[in-house]
C-alpha cells in the first residue's frame, strides 16, 4: 500500500510503498477514505514530547470501510463504513465498558495510520456511520467529538455568552457545538479575518480580531463580558490572557495544546473567582453524536473542510498548514 511516512523531525512526510497491514483477532483492516490533517500531528512531528521516533504513520482522524476482520470480531463484517476513534483502550475495564478509554486502568494508546491506503485497529474504536451519510464526511467525528467534549466540561448552558479564542479547526467545531446547545452569543477570535466567514457559517454570533481594546470589543460582540471562554490555541500566555477577558466567577476553558511551560497571573485569576477547566480526548457516546451531528442542523460541520489533497500533494500541504494560512480542516484522501 502506499501512506505518508515520518522520518524525522526537520524533514518533510514522505510517500511511500509499505506492506498492507494485517489484522489481529480483535481488529479490522480498514480502507481509508479520509483522513484530515490536525494541529497534533504537526505538534508531533516538530515536538519530541509526543515520543516519535521515525517510521510511523500518522494520521487519528479518519473514516473508511472494513475490508477484513479478525476471528474475534463480531460487530462488523466486510463492506462496513466506519469513523475511526484513535484512543485505544484495553476494552475490558471499568472506563473501557463506560466508553471511556482514554482513561483505561491498563494504560491507554493513541493510533495513527490515517495517512495511509489501508490500516489496522480494534473493533471497539469504530463506529457504523448512519445510512445515507457520506463516508467523506466521516473524518470530521473525531475533531467534533473533541470540540463536544471541551464544551460538555465547560459546562455551559442554554443562554451563556461565549468566547472562542482561536479560529482553527478545533475552535470553530467548539463555536458549532456552543451555537448548537444554545448559547446566546458565540463569538470567535483570532490574530487574522481569515476564518470569520467559516465562523459565521457554523454558528458565530460576532468575530473579533485580536489586538488593543480587546476586552472591551470582546465584551460588545458578546453583549457583555463572555461568562466561558474556550482557549484553543494552545500558547505559551493563552491561559492567562482568557482570564483576562472571561467575566468574574466566569470559565475558562482549555483545548488547546501546549507542551511549554505556561505563565499566569495568579492573582488576577483568584480576584476573579475563575475557574480554570483542562479538556483533553473524548468518550465514546461523544464520538457518536458528533457522528450523528453529521447530517443534521442548521449549521453544517462540513464548512471545517477547506481542502482535500492525495497522497503525493499530502507532504506539501501538511508543511504549509505549520504557517498560518487561510486554510481550516485539510483533508487527505489515499486514493484521490
Not at 176 to 195: E, K, P, S, T
Not at 233 to 252: A, M, N, Q, S, Y
Not at 313 to 324: I, S
Request: glycine fraction near 14%; proline fraction near 5%; hydrophobic fraction near 40%.
Amino acid at each position: 500500500m502506499k501512506a505518508l511516512v515520518f522520518d524525522g523531525f526537520g524533514k518533510p512526510l514522505r510517500a511511500t510503498e509499505m506492506p498492507d497491514p494485517t489484522c489481529g483477532a480483535d481488529e479490522v483492516v480498514l480502507k481509508v477514505c479520509r483522513c484530515g490533517i490536525c494541529g497534533s500531528d504537526l505538534h508531533m512531528t516538530e515536538d519530541e514530547t509526543f515520543g516519535l521516533q521515525g517510521g510511523e504513520v500518522i494520521g487519528h482522524e479518519f473514516a473508511g470501510e472494513v475490508v477484513e476482520t479478525g476471528r474475534d470480531v463480531t460487530t462488523l463484517k466486510p463492506g462496513d463504513l466506519v469513523a475511526a476513534a484513535p484512543i485505544r483502550g484495553c476494552g475490558r475495564c471499568g472506563p473501557c465498558r463506560a466508553g471511556q478509554p482514554a482513561w483505561c486502568e491498563n494504560g491507554m494508546t493513541l493510533i495513527g495510520g490515517g495517512y495511509g491506503e489501508y490500516t489496522a485497529l480494534a473493533h471497539h474504536q469504530l463506529r457504523k456511520m448512519p445510512q445515507g451519510l457520506s463516508l467523506a464526511d466521516g473524518a470530521l467525528a473525531e475533531p467534533l467529538a473533541v470540540a463536544l467534549h471541551g464544551v460538555m466540561r465547560s459546562g455551559m448552558k442554554p443562554g451563556d455568552r461565549v468566547l472562542v479564542v482561536g479560529a482553527g479547526a478545533i475552535g470553530l467545531a467548539v463555536v458549532y457545538w456552543a451555537r448548537r446547545l444554545g448559547a446566546q452569543a458565540v463569538v470567535a477570535a483570532d490574530l487574522a479575518r481569515h476564518q470569520e466567514e467559516r465562523a459565521g457559517s457554523l454558528g458565530a454570533t460576532g468575530f473579533v480580531q485580536s489586538g488593543p481594546d480587546m476586552a472591551t470589543r470582546v465584551a460588545e460582540a458578546c453583549g457583555g463580558a463572555p461568562d466561558i471562554v474556550f482557549e484553543c490555541v494552545g500558547k505559551v500566555g493563552l491561559i492567562d490572557h482568557c482570564i483576562e477577558l472571561v467575566r468574574p466567577r466566569g470559565t475558562v476553558c482549555v483545548l488547546g495544546l501546549c507542551t511549554g511551560t505556561d505563565r499566569m497571573d495568579s492573582f488576577r485569576a483568584i480576584s476573579k473567582e475563575v475557574t480554570i477547566i483542562m479538556s483533553v480526548f473524548f468518550d465514546m457516546h461523544e464520538f457518536r453524536t458528533s457522528i450523528e451531528a453529521l447530517d443534521t442542523g442548521r449549521f453544517a460541520p462540513q464548512s471545517l473542510v477547506s481542502d482535500v489533497v492525495g497522497l503525493d500533494a499530502a507532504p506539501a500541504a501538511f508543511e504549509a498548514l505549520r504557517q498560518r494560512t487561510t486554510q481550516c480542516k485539510v483533508l487527505i484522501d489515499p486514493f484521490g
